[in-house]
């Protein structure tokens, strides 16, 4: 059963950082792109960005409210990936999911809240 | 970035009755190396999002057969031929012909 699960979110203050997990199962992780989006409350879905895989370079790119403050990795050989998230704002306030290739599976979701 | 409108915002039906959902682009989605890259998910409250529909039209298979998607170019629609009560929810249609992916704003469902 293909899985993703979505771990590190919690409550932090405004400039500070946070890193988030998504532990994947039942797929070939290194063959694929995982991709995060977030979702403010009450708002509509927003992609963060995705990583490629190593046979297509591996690298990341990001969505412009993001780009420089947000850092995706990968460890392959655990099948997991990492939302690196810096400087955090109180607009990056959402639930954080992560998906696969196709986004036909996705995670439950973490909950991430910056404040003071 | 490709800017997604969907319509309605709010949708009520009567269990039984069909219901549509339109999604419309500012750009083609028509991808240059060819394909339409058009998804519609489906969303429960406190659940995280579930695809039902890719490239336009291909039914997820855990998807009930009362869905279809269907559209070209610009326009798409969602269709559900008769609405059940586990329908509600909120659906999004997606982009991800351009970069970056682009979310329309949801229509929300209700049972009537």
């Known amino acids: 059963e293909v899985q993703l699960v979505e771990s590190g979110g919690g409550l932090v203050q405004p400039g500070r950082s946070l890193r988030l997990s998504c532990r994947t199962s039942?797929?070939?992780?290194?063959?694929?792109?995982p991709t995060w989006f977030r979702q403010g409350p009450g708002k509509t879905l927003e992609w963060v960005g995705f990583?490629?895989?190593?046979?297509?370079?591996?690298?990341?790119h990001y969505g412009a409210s993001v780009r420089d403050r947000f850092t995706i990795s990968r460890d392959d050989s655990k099948g997991i990936a990492y939302l690196q998230m810096d400087n955090l704002k109180v607009e990056d306030t959402a639930m954080y999911f992560c998906?696969?290739?196709?986004?036909?599976?996705w995670g439950q979701g973490t909950m991430v809240t910056v404040s003071s | 970035d490709v800017l997604m409108t969907q319509s309605p915002l709010y949708l009520p039906v009567t269990p039984g009755q069909p219901a549509s959902i339109s999604c419309s682009s500012n750009e083609t989605l028509l991808y240059s190396g060819g394909g339409v890259y058009l998804t519609w998910f489906h969303q429960r409250p406190g659940q995280s999002p579930r695809r039902l529909i890719y490239?336009?039209?291909n039914r997820d298979s855990g998807a009930p057969d009362r869905f279809s998607g269907s559209g070209s170019d610009t326009f798409f629609t969602l269709k559900i031929s008769r609405v059940e009560a586990e329908d509600v929810g909120i659906y999004y249609c997606?982009?991800?012909?351009?970069?970056?992916?682009?979310f329309g704003q949801g229509t929300r469902l209700d049972i009537k």
């Open positions: 490239k336009v039209s």
């Open positions: 998906t696969r290739n196709g986004f036909d599976i």
């Open positions: 039942g797929f070939s992780f290194a063959d694929s792109a």
């Open positions: 997606m982009q991800a012909t351009h970069s970056p992916i682009t």
């Open positions: 990583i490629r895989s190593a046979a297509y370079g591996g690298a990341a």
